[in-house]
């Protein structure tokens, strides 16, 4: 069965930064494009970022020039790099991949941001 797979959440300090993976399995990989998204208490989940199978990458207004995607189809692994984090990112973070009409989610990472 399909399998999406977060790691690397955790609590860091404002100005830190994480580094999330999501393995997949269950999927061919390289023909799905990967997400990221975050949902904070109180809030509806929303994008951080996104990776095309092609390698065109998007992200949140709020995170640009911070947090990297990155995908890796031989180890069918999407990353999310966050450096100089704030309390705002503090949430749960979950991988998505979608090809055509068809969405998958991972169980979600928490990250949380303070000092």
């Known amino acids: 069965q399909v399998q999406l797979v977060e790691s690397g959440g955790g609590l860091v300090q404002p100005g830190g930064s994480l580094r999330l993976s999501c393995a997949a399995s269950?999927?061919?990989?390289?023909?799905?494009?990967m997400g990221w998204y975050r949902q904070a208490p109180g809030k509806q989940r929303e994008l951080v970022a996104a990776?095309?199978?092609?390698?065109?990458?998007n992200y949140a207004d709020s995170v640009k020039g911070r947090f990297t995607i990155s995908r890796d189809n031989a180890k069918n692994t999407v990353y999310l790099q966050m450096n100089s984090l704030k309390p705002e990112d503090t949430a749960v973070y979950y991988c998505?991949?979608?090809?055509?009409?068809?969405?998958?989610w991972g169980q979600g990472t928490q990250v949380t941001v303070s000092s």
């Open positions: 269950g999927i061919t990989f390289r023909v799905y494009d």
């Open positions: 998505n991949s979608r090809f055509l009409t068809t969405d998958y």
């Open positions: 990776v095309t199978r092609g390698g065109i990458t």
